[in-house]
């Protein structure tokens, strides 16, 4: 990746650098997903090393479920893979039992791989195109960032909590004013306390 312009805030080149990680995990999730494909597609051909296959087919779905819990946790709300796309790595326990199944079976589980397929390539273009805004300037939100390019998410716990102690101080004040018995009981209560 080339060098954040100088002219970019430090939450748009937090951002930058964000989005970076996250376009190399979706681009190292894909490239794992092409593998899971090239195994699965070479075992059926007579010259195949079935054993060889086999082990690299539990070493890529191992690694898949791997990259996609972290990719999953990065990318946040940007975060738009096929939601069958783990159920198709678990769904393929060994590459024998997928071939031992009707040729049915086989293109179903091979469509759902060329769903998934287009989903991550989705996500990965959409990643792009915030990368590409955020470098144009622009102020985007970015899934999966504490502070996002644009500008916040919201408001911090603790803006919560003082926003919610002012909320219920301003409706005691509203039922003091409002109801002349409660606002008599204060009173009394007041005068008590502080002699008056």
């Not at 964000?18 to 070479?42: T, Y």
């Not at 738009?80 to 039992?97: C, F, P, R, S």
């Not at 079976?105 to 996500?123: M, P």
């Not at 644009?150 to 102690?165: E, L, N, P, Q």
Request: charge should be positive.
């Amino acid at each position: 990746m080339t060098q954040p312009p100088k002219n970019l805030g430090k939450k748009q080149q937090k951002a930058l650098a964000h989005l970076d990680r996250n376009l190399q995990l979706c681009r190292e999730f894909l490239n794992d997903w092409l593998l899971f494909n090239q195994i699965l597609s070479a075992y059926p051909a007579e010259s195949a090393n079935k054993a060889e296959l086999e082990n690299q087919f539990l070493k890529i779905k191992s690694k898949l479920a791997r990259e996609h819990q972290i990719l999953r946790e990065s990318l946040g709300q940007d975060y738009k893979l096929d939601g069958n796309t783990m159920n198709i790595v678990a769904g393929a326990t060994n590459l024998e039992a997928i071939f031992s199944q009707s040729e049915i079976a086989v293109k179903k589980l091979q469509g759902e791989w060329h769903r998934a397929f287009i989903s991550i390539n989705e996500t990965l273009g959409g990643l792009e195109d915030k990368r590409s805004r955020v470098l144009g300037g622009e102020k985007v939100f970015v899934g999966g960032l504490d502070s996002p390019a644009a500008g916040g998410r919201g408001m911090s716990d603790k803006a919560k909590k003082t926003v919610i102690i002012i909320v219920v101080v301003l409706i005691l004040i509203g039922i003091m004013a409002g109801v002349p018995q409660i606002r008599q009981m204060y009173m009394d209560a007041y005068q008590d306390l502080f002699g008056g």
